[in-house]
């Protein structure tokens, strides 16, 4: 299975980011790691060895993304303002950089986008505001509206709320969509949302389906046994999903 590592400096985010690529064409796959996750938790907990052979028959070309999480959303030290700002950045860094990145190296016009726990986020939020990019996104263990506290999970802008924060929140943006052009691009996507019926997160999913549904845009939402929010479930819903 062919790897490459890649690291440049972002001139959207100012500083060093980094990546790794599995395989050597097929569907192009960005792959966001889960909350203040790392570009190589995938392939330290073994989500990358289980897709070897899709990866291996040219199926699929993984692109493993690095996070700004813990400067934006998990950024404490900094007020909510700075923290969606962050975020924004962290968006252009990934369609202006990764993604030309990923064109330059695959010339497959097919792009995932995919992620697990916050990476769900990551990847169905940039779907759904970019929707004529993709042409499929999986959430796995996503949480889809960030401001809204649930069990140990807090309202990660503090309660801040601007025009910003609204259009990076799936579950508030999209409800209220009336873009026709938007709506029929997104009904061109295959989405698939996947969560353990224990995961704190079952509700803001099932919110996200009633969204869609009611807009008429297809989508799958599968509930798995228990939290399912662990990589040995991530590695199985990899396999079936991609």
Not at 118 to 141: E, Q, W
Not at 175 to 195: E, H, T, V, Y
Not at 197 to 213: A, T
């Amino acid at each position: 299975m062919k790897r490459e590592y890649h690291k440049w400096y972002s001139p959207n985010l100012e500083k060093e980011m980094e990546l790794l690529v599995f395989g050597h064409t097929g569907t192009k796959v960005l792959f966001f790691p889960p909350r203040m996750g790392r570009f190589f938790d995938y392939e330290n907990w073994n989500v990358i060895e289980a897709l070897k052979q899709k990866i291996t028959n040219g199926e699929l070309q993984i692109f493993c993304v690095d996070s700004v999480d813990i400067e934006s959303f998990y950024n404490n030290l900094k007020d909510p303002n700075y923290r969606i700002y962050r975020h924004i950045q962290y968006e252009k860094y990934v369609l202006e950089e990764v993604l030309p990145l990923a064109n330059l190296i695959n010339h497959n016009k097919n792009v995932v986008s995919a992620g697990c726990s916050l990476g769900a986020y990551h990847a169905v939020n940039i779907a759904m505001r970019h929707p004529t990019i993709f042409y499929k996104v999986v959430g796995m263990s996503g949480r889809y509206d960030l401001t809204k506290s649930k069990g140990s999970f807090k309202d990660l802008l503090s309660g801040f709320h601007n025009d910003f924060v609204y259009f990076n929140m799936p579950n508030q943006y999209l409800k209220n969509l009336k873009d026709s052009f938007l709506i029929a691009q997104l009904r061109k996507i295959k989405i698939i949302l996947a969560i353990g019926k224990q995961d704190q997160f079952l509700d803001s999913n099932y919110k996200l389906s009633n969204i869609l549904h009611e807009k008429g845009i297809p989508h799958e939402l599968f509930e798995w046994n228990e939290e399912a929010h662990k990589a040995c479930f991530w590695r199985d819903m990899v396999q079936i999903y991609f």
